[in-house]
């Protein structure tokens, strides 16, 4: 062999040298890009999993305190009635006179457990009647609240306020 083609060979021998060595940099780099992405992920479930570990106990007393105050299924057509009577009598209690009541769309999603039957009423009266009845409606064991409040001076009377609020129950709907 001609001492050409020896430094042929060597050249050669590097040049795929260079080249596997290149293509084995390439290689690693995306194989570590890879496990890096796989451990950031790790990393990010780990983070997850410890905050609902963390909260855990609030939500098993969330969870108890809703199975202890569960409604039972009913219509909705019958909650709707008996939140409208509710709201009017109560109202009537509370010395404040009715100037509207409007029932609103029950709310009815398939994807959720629990519906709303909601309705939107004015009344009016003083400003320790109107808290006295709010107080009376927003009760969370009952799953009732007022949503929407809309307080206004009353042109003819100063000393009452006129209220639109909207009031909502939630339930579960009977099955079908």
């Not at 001492?3 to 050669?12: D, N, Q």
């Not at 057509?77 to 509370?94: C, R």
């Not at 404040?96 to 959720?112: F, H, M, V």
Request: glycine fraction near 2%; proline fraction near 6%; hydrophobic fraction near 40%.
């Amino acid at each position: 062999m001609s001492a050409r083609e020896k430094k042929l060979i060597v050249f050669f021998a590097l040049a795929g040298f260079v080249i596997l060595n290149f293509l084995v940099f390439n290689f690693s780099k995306n194989k570590r890009q890879d496990v890096d992405n796989e451990r950031a992920q790790a990393e990010q479930k780990l983070a997850t999993v410890e905050s609902f570990r963390d909260s855990q106990a609030l939500v098993l007393d969330q969870m108890e305190w809703l199975t202890a105050h569960e409604p039972q299924p009913k219509a909705s057509q019958d909650v709707q009635t008996a939140l409208q009577q509710f709201v009017e009598s109560e109202a009537k209690a509370a010395n404040l006179s009715i100037k509207s009541q409007k029932p609103l769309p029950t709310d009815e999603p398939a994807e959720n457990y629990y519906h709303r039957a909601k309705i939107q009423i004015t009344v009016s009266g003083s400003e320790d009647s109107l808290y006295r009845w709010f107080d009376k409606l927003n009760v969370p064991d009952q799953f009732r609240i007022a949503t929407h409040i809309r307080m206004l001076p009353n042109n003819p009377d100063d000393t009452k306020i006129d209220c639109t609020a909207t009031i909502e129950q939630w339930f579960v709907p009977a099955p079908l």
